[in-house]
């Protein structure tokens, strides 16, 4: 019996496995004794059978069969659905032309899920917009579900353009009712990233567009906070204000509190003052609000204002660095954000971080200015907060980091500097004030006997800068330590400027006055532009950068004072011929040097308007009709000399015949010496005498030396087996790339030979260059290596200070 129990157990259940799937069955099941039909209402019937109850939908069109809704085996199942099949379907079963189940399912499946909804909520859900027509639809088009919601919010939430069009135009439906969230129909449409809903409900003037629902959250607030960019351009087209508050903010903050960029972009571009919108609560711009490195850059790069302060007193620095947002706090740095502003308590953006114990934070601000020594509203430097809160092994840690950036230990505040009545007292005479009346009383006096800008009476002053690719944020570490020992521009404290790529392109920001600061922010924000894709990399970015910066039509002779002297290599010939662009005409020697080519080139430079590029002439170019006419390097343009000087191997293209100077020259101490040396010795062959000043200090400025690492093997062979070619592979790979960095070399013997020939000529020589802890590529974007890079330029700095002081002090004299 109990096998036979089992039996018939599992054949019930198969049964009825699903009791509610639509099926085509046949009336004469339902004529026997053992069937009693219970109820009827219009088409649909009930009927109980032998185990089951079962709800048929009769169909005219076949009146053998019908269509069975549902089989269940519990009578309460039963008498709950079938009221709701009796009063919901009927709209159904008499609007569609042809009954099947495969029609009929979803809205059976619908009326299930949903029990609360009416028969115009199914219509909407279902997409049977014939059924909408139906009176008794007609009637129910406005009711409520149990979320308070509509037909119509239902039609907007979908996104189905077609339903919520007939809902407006022949159903009449309302569009100010509320669900239970007080949404109106258009905040669900704005949760859809589709702009024609939108646009239906907007061009009929529907309500709600600037409502607020329960939450405080207008139509445009719900867009910007889901990120539906669409939505958000066609509620700006159709009325909606950006002014309009939702909660304790405008939608712009809302967009930046959820980084959602298109939607932030979409507001600026209809309304550019909601750059500066102001949240009520906190006072903070949309750049408080931001959260990431792109949603920062986007307000930056349409020139919001960086140091903002908020109603608390707090800029955007001082909010990144307490929420603990590295990569956006670099993007504020190197968009001119100010460590140094106080906030709430006067803490500077330095202090917070300290009791972060964030380390790549605390070496970003102090690499782009922060005072180490700045004192709080309590009294509290930053070292004093780190000894203070820092734990574990980053307490010992970040002390060192200060120390060795030139911080005083950390003591407890003194009583003077938490009384607010003490007196101010005059500081102590440093150098820098040193620096400062020296180069005043140098100015008075006339030491140096400047004319039109160029000095007179006194020995030149020669400035050379490496090359090094992104590694010329190193060079620009260094010139803003210099102009901060001196008290004065780099540009006034040389007579001559070299440089090598990188440098080459410093070294024409010196001559035409860049900020030593704003360059250093350049540098990193350009490196992301320039450096995109895979080697070799596109040359429009990089030159578009060069003549943003310099101008595309600035020629090298607009500035004349300091001399400079940019190198870069022609490659149409062999060897390879240093070349050197320069802002003046060197006078012309007597007697050509003995390595002058005897070859006929390309001119080297085409003026602007002269389009004969093949005329084998040197120095000159021919047009029909006009004389012949010598070019010089004054009148190559800035930025092409430029770009010519960085065109490295493999990195970007060759600019037209000339590769990066870096190939011969890479420091360009030697070349600049001999370059003034012709100089002067071609200005003694013309009689000009008085014109001819010798050097009295060079400056040789190195992007940083890479540690010296092991190498396996730089022996090339042929190889006999497997494993001899896998040793060739790797000797010819040391090799190559021995053979670059020696041609490459920026120290060493360069140096050595530099310093040798200062000594001979009673020159006084400096070169600096820090010590790198690890590799950097000359196409590093990671701000953190960077940042590590600099930091370990600060450190080098610091333990050059003295040799500093004495450069800064001779430059001031010389």
Not at 32 to 60: A, F
Not at 207 to 218: H, K
Not at 448 to 454: L, S
């Amino acid at each position: 019996m109990n096998f036979l129990g089992g039996i018939l157990s599992s054949v019930s259940s198969a049964l009825f496995a699903k009791p509610y799937k639509v099926k085509d069955v046949p009336l004469s099941d339902y004529s026997g004794r053992s069937v009693v039909k219970l109820k009827e209402d219009g088409r649909i019937v009930l009927y109980k059978n032998t185990q089951s109850w079962d709800c048929l939908l009769l169909c005219p069109e076949t009146p053998a069969t019908a269509l069975r809704l549902f089989q269940v085996q519990q009578e309460e199942d039963a008498m709950n659905w079938y009221p709701q099949y009796a009063l919901k379907l009927r709209p159904f079963y008499e609007m569609l032309p042809a009954l099947k189940p495969d029609a009929i399912q979803p809205v059976v499946d619908c009326l299930r899920s949903h029990p609360d909804w009416s028969s115009a909520h199914i219509a909407v859900e279902t997409g049977l917009r014939e059924c909408l027509k139906h009176n008794y639809v007609l009637s129910q088009i406005n009711t409520r579900d149990g979320q308070g919601q509509t037909p119509l919010h239902l039609a907007c939430e979908q996104g189905n353009v077609d339903c919520v069009r007939e809902l407006l135009d022949e159903c009449q439906a309302r569009t100010d009712v509320t669900d239970k969230n007080g949404d109106t129909p258009m905040h669900c449409a704005a949760k859809q990233d589709t702009a024609a809903v939108i646009e239906v409900l907007c061009c009929r003037l529907c309500a709600g567009v600037n409502e607020p629902n329960l939450a405080g959250e207008t139509p445009l607030h719900v867009a910007c906070r889901l990120g539906r960019a669409e939505a958000v351009k066609s509620l700006l087209g159709g009325g909606a204000k950006c002014d309009v508050l939702g909660g304790n903010c405008y939608p712009i903050h809302t967009a930046m509190k959820y980084s959602q960029k298109g939607c932030a972009e979409a507001i600026l571009n209809v309304d550019p003052a909601q750059l500066q919108a102001e949240d009520p609560m906190y006072g903070g711009t949309p750049l408080h609000w931001a959260k990431t490195s792109e949603m920062a850059r986007m307000l930056l790069d349409r020139d919001c204002d960086v140091n903002y302060l908020s109603k608390t007193g707090e800029s955007p620095l001082h909010i990144m660095t307490k929420k603990d947002r590295f990569e956006a706090s670099m993007v504020l740095l190197t968009h001119g954000g100010d460590p140094n502003i106080r906030g709430p308590d006067g803490n500077t953006a330095l202090h917070l971080a300290m009791k972060l114990d964030h380390m790549d934070l605390i070496k970003a601000l102090i690499v782009f200015g922060a005072d180490v020594e700045v004192h709080n509203d309590l009294g509290e430097t930053p070292g004093l907060i780190a000894a203070r809160s820092s734990k574990g092994s980053n307490r010992k840690i970040l002390l060192d980091m200060l120390c060795s950036v030139g911080a005083e230990r950390c003591h407890p505040p003194s009583a003077e500097l938490l009384s607010p009545s003490r007196k101010a007292t005059s500081p102590g005479i440093g150098f820098e004030d040193m620096m400062h009346v020296t180069a005043a009383m140098t100015a008075m006096s006339g030491g140096r006997g400047e004319v039109d800008g160029i000095s007179r009476g006194r020995k030149d002053r020669l400035l050379c800068l490496d090359g090094g690719g992104i590694k010329g944020l190193v060079l620009i570490q260094m010139l803003i330590a210099l102009e901060r020992q001196a008290g004065r521009p780099i540009r006034e404290l040389f007579d001559w400027v070299a440089g090598t790529s990188t440098g080459g392109i410093l070294a024409l920001a010196v001559i035409h006055g860049k900020d030593m600061p704003y360059l250093r922010c350049l540098y990193f924000r350009m490196k992301e532009q320039v450096f995109k894709g895979s080697r070799p990399y596109e040359s429009a970015p990089l030159e578009d950068f060069l003549k943003k910066e310099f101008g595309e039509n600035t020629k090298m002779a607009d500035v004349k004072h300091p001399r400079v002297m940019v190198t870069s290599v022609l490659a149409d010939r062999h060897p390879g011929e240093l070349h050197i662009f320069r802002n003046y005409t060197p006078p012309p020697l007597q007697h050509s040097p003995p390595y002058a080519s005897t070859a006929t080139f390309k001119p080297l430079t085409i003026p602007e308007g002269w389009e004969d590029e093949d005329v084998l002439v040197v120095g000159y170019t021919v047009e029909p009709q006009r004389k012949r006419r010598k070019v010089t390097d004054e009148e190559q343009l800035v930025w092409r000399a430029a770009r010519s000087s960085g065109a490295a191997p493999t990195y970007f293209r060759p600019m037209g015949r000339f590769l990066d100077g870096g190939l011969l020259a890479n420091n360009p101490t030697l070349d600049a010496m001999t370059e003034i040396h012709h100089h002067n010795k071609a200005l003694k062959g013309q009689g000009r005498v008085s014109e001819v000043k010798g050097l009295g200090v060079v400056v040789s400025l190195g992007t940083g030396k890479p540690p010296q690492v092991a190498v396996s093997s730089v022996d090339v062979f042929r190889p006999s087996n497997p494993l001899e070619l896998a040793k060739s592979f790797v000797g010819a790979k040391e090799l190559g790339k021995m053979l670059v960095d020696c041609c490459t070399d920026s120290d060493g013997c360069a140096v050595d030979r530099a310093r040798a020939w200062c000594e001979m000529t009673d020159m006084i020589y400096h070169r600096l260059s820090p010590q790198l802890s690890a590799e950097v590529m000359l196409d590093e974007v990671s701000d953190a290596v960077l940042v590590d890079m600099l930091w370990e330029t600060q450190m080098y700095l610091y333990e050059q200070r003295e040799q500093l002081q004495t450069l800064a002090q001779q430059l001031l004299q010389a």
